[in-house]
Every structure is written in structure tokens, then in C-alpha cells.
């Protein structure tokens, strides 16, 4: 495997290292704040607009489609220009759109905002790119766990947004949002370096690596299973980081500044834990940690979506009438539990890609990143479509129960087939080794 991107050791100022890492990792905390603004402003504008909870979907969602679109040209162009740079530029053009958000009236201004404001969230594959260049490979996990837990940043939305549109509205919102996000561009740029390949490679006078040599490995089937383990670990997050507000609002009735601390129960774990997952895959390889992500969600999808029920049975003296439901303190366990799988998870798939793909971290982790990304835009759409259609609150986790379960099964093939390709001999193992006694050994 090639070592290309992995700094030599020694040739790494720790100082610029560990100033890359921690900008890095509060520059993406505030773009992550901004792009799910809409979880709670958009609760706001569907009662002002009197949208459905289809057009509501789409509403929260539309900001998704922009971040994720945008990964793959963003990661391509941090691997040509410098994440330093990239990076700065995007959350400039976030600041700007969020500013303008506050001008829109109408639901398709509304819905055309989203999107420019979805630029924020193209900085994932930004950073990630940007900060494993300056790790060897044996500390990558960690690092890009710590970077990717700025997710929490949509926990600080859940929290601080309803109290700040109490005080000011939601327009109040996204311009303080927007001041935010410029404020950390400025100080991002001014307190980190240029990625050691880039300054060597300036230093030599190299040209960059063309855009359709970047995308070269997205012909590999890997690429697009390692899509799918993120469009559940990560667009599933950033889906129910967006939906929970209103379901907890709609199926408990609660209030939106209750339902956003609850929300943030299941945030916060999701983003902090990515570091331990991000720690484990370097300790214990990133392919277990993947079942235990995907095992783990199995068990809390299918608990979260069976709907509360009420039984009548004919008992011997008459009808014997209970009901299963599950109250908002067990719900608000499970979902922090499914946060903690999740987070694991999002860490593990990302220790990947560095691995397999040294010379080609960007573009990949660009693509995973925009597939990942594009299940945080369709699912809530899906929710939304569920809801109206089914009728039943918990239609969200049934949909997310057969997402995980094709993953998990999916990845388990995948590997089963790989090491029966390494080691053809456990085709052949059989659990009675009586019955193979009496064979004829093979000649070789």
C-alpha cells in the first residue's frame, strides 16, 4: 500500500499540527451548526407557512443536498489547492447565505435559501482531507474521530437556537448564526498552514493531481459499499438530527425548547463518541467496530420503531385490554444509545478510506461523504412521506431498521467473500470434523 499523504516522521512542526487539528475541528463544529439550522427555525416557518410534513421534509432537508453535492468538488479541489483555503472559502459563502436567510418570505425562497446554505456543510470532506495529511496513518482514526466530532455542532443549534428565537426571532437566528460561522473563517485562516504535501509540492513546482485521476477509484465496488455503511451512520445522524424536534413535538407533545434539549441527548453523543470510535478503529480495526455499529443498530431500530399499541384479548371474564408504549424517558435512552452506535460507526468508516485510498483521500472521501450526506437530504423527505402516508410516528425507525439490517448484511458478505478469496481452506471447514475423518486427504 502506498504511503503518499503520510507525513515523515519528524518533518511535522506540532505546533502547526495540532493548531490544524483543533481549528479544524471548531471551524467544522460552527459549519455543522449552521447547516442544521433548520431543525429548529424550520419548525417555525412550517407553522408560519402552514406546510405539511412533506414540505416541511423538504424544507429541512434542501440544505442536506447542498453540502453533499458539494463534497466531492470540494474534496477534489483540497487535494489541488489546500484544505486551508477551501476550507476558509466555504464557510465565507455560508456566512453570506445564512445572513440572507432572514429575507426570504415565501416557501420556494425559503426552499432556495436552504440550498446556497447548504455549502456549509461541504466542509466535512474539507477537513477530513485537510487534517489526515498531517498524521501518520497509525493516528489518522483518532484524529479524523476528534475532527468528526464537530457534529455536535447540531446539538449547539438544538440548544441555544430556541432560545435565541425566543429572545430575537428566527431571523435572529441565522444572522447570528451567519456572524458565527464569518467570525471562525477569519480565525481558521489566520492560525493554521498550508498541509505539508502541499508546501512540498509547491516547494517542487508540481503541478496538481487532474480531476478524472482523482476520480479513478470511484470505479472500485468498495467505494460505493463504504457509501452505503455512511448514508446510514451519517445521513441517518444528520436526518434525525433534523427530525427529532418535530417528532418528539408531534408524538409526545412537547414543547419545541424540550424537545430540542431531548434532541441534543441523541447529538452530542453521536459527535463526541466519534472519537472513541475513531481511537477504537485504530486499536481494534475499523471493520469490527463496524459490527458492533451495525449490530447495535439493528437492536435499537427495530425497539424505536414498533408503535404504540393497544391489545384487546379474550380473557375468562371478559375482554383484558393493555398497551405497549414506550414513554419519552426509555425513547430518549435508546435514541442516545443509537447515537453511540452511530458515532462509532462514522469514525470507522472514515479510518477506511485513508487505508485504502492514500493517494486519493479527497475524491473518496468526497464521494462517501456525498452519499452519507444525500441520506441526511432523502431520508427526512421519506419521514415526511411515512408520516403522511402511514400515519404512524415511528414509520422513521421502521425505514431506518431495513437501512442498517441491508447494510450489516451486505458488509458481512462482502467480508465473508474476501477471506474465502485469501484463504480458500474455510470454504472447506465444516463444524463435524467426524465426517471428514474418513476422507482422503487431497494430494498437493
Not at 1 to 8: D, E, F, L, R
Amino acid at each position: 500500500m502506498s504511503t503518499a499523504h503520510q507525513p515523515p516522521t519528524g518533518t511535522v512542526n506540532r505546533a502547526h499540527q495540532q493548531m490544524a487539528l483543533w481549528m479544524g475541528t471548531f471551524a467544522f463544529t460552527i459549519s455543522f451548526a449552521v447547516w442544521t439550522i433548520f431543525s429548529i427555525i424550520g419548525i417555525q416557518i412550517k407553522d408560519d407557512l402552514g406546510l405539511n410534513d412533506t414540505q416541511f421534509g423538504l424544507l429541512v432537508a434542501m440544505p442536506i443536498l447542498t453540502g453533499s453535492l458539494s463534497r466531492i468538488f470540494l474534496g477534489v479541489w483540497t487535494e489541488q489547492y489546500g484544505g486551508r483555503i477551501v476550507f476558509t472559502g466555504v464557510m465565507l459563502a455560508g456566512a453570506v447565505s445564512t445572513w440572507l436567510l432572514a429575507s426570504a418570505t415565501t416557501y420556494p425562497m425559503f426552499l432556495v435559501a436552504a440550498f446556497v446554505l447548504g455549502i456549509a456543510g461541504g466542509s466535512f470532506t474539507v477537513v477530513i482531507t485537510y487534517v489526515s495529511k498531517w498524521f501518520p496513518k497509525e493516528r489518522q482514526g483518532t484524529a479524523l474521530g476528534i475532527v468528526g466530532a464537530g457534529n455536535i455542532g447540531a446539538a449547539f443549534t438544538k440548544l441555544l437556537a430556541p432560545v435565541v428565537m425566543v429572545a430575537i426571532g428566527w431571523t435572529g437566528v441565522a444572522q447570528v448564526w451567519a456572524v458565527a460561522l464569518a467570525t471562525v473563517a477569519l480565525l481558521y485562516y489566520f492560525s493554521t498552514k498550508d498541509e505539508p504535501d502541499l508546501v512540498k509540492r509547491k516547494a517542487e513546482g508540481v503541478a496538481p493531481v487532474p480531476f478524472l485521476t482523482q476520480m479513478a477509484p470511484l470505479r472500485s465496488l468498495r467505494v460505493w459499499r463504504f457509501s452505503l455503511y455512511y448514508f446510514f451512520v451519517f445521513g441517518a445522524f444528520v436526518a434525525l438530527a433534523l427530525w427529532l424536534p418535530r417528532y418528539l413535538v408531534g408524538a409526545y407533545g412537547l414543547d419545541l425548547k424540550t424537545a430540542g434539549m431531548i434532541a441534543a441527548a441523541y447529538s452530542i453523543p453521536a459527535s463526541l463518541f466519534r472519537i472513541v470510535g475513531g481511537w477504537a478503529s485504530d486499536k481494534y480495526g475499523a471493520r469490527k467496530v463496524m459490527y458492533w455499529t451495525f449490530i447495535g443498530s439493528v437492536v435499537c431500530t427495530f425497539l424505536l420503531s414498533y408503535p404504540s399499541t393497544t391489545y384487546v384479548l379474550d380473557g375468562i371474564r371478559g375482554p383484558v385490554e393493555f398497551r405497549l408504549a414506550m414513554g419519552v424517558v426509555p425513547f430518549t435512552v435508546l435514541v442516545f444509545v443509537l447515537g453511540f452506535f452511530m458515532s462509532l460507526g462514522k469514525a470507522a468508516v472514515y479510518k477506511h478510506i485513508p487505508e485504502y485510498y492514500p493517494n486519493n483521500v479527497g475524491s473518496v472521501a468526497g464521494v462517501v461523504g456525498m452519499i452519507g450526506g444525500l441520506g441526511g437530504f432523502i431520508l427526512p423527505i421519506l419521514f415526511g412521506i411515512l408520516n403522511d402516508w402511514l400515519g404512524v410516528w415511528t414509520s422513521c425507525f421502521m425505514l431506518l431498521f431495513v437501512l442498517v439490517s441491508v447494510a450489516l448484511a451486505w458488509m458481512h458478505f462482502a467480508i465473508r467473500r474476501m477471506e474465502l478469496d485469501r484463504h480458500p481452506d474455510i470454504g472447506r471447514d465444516t463444524d463435524l470434523p467426524e465426517i471428514m475423518q474418513g476422507q482422503p486427504a487431497k494430494s498437493s
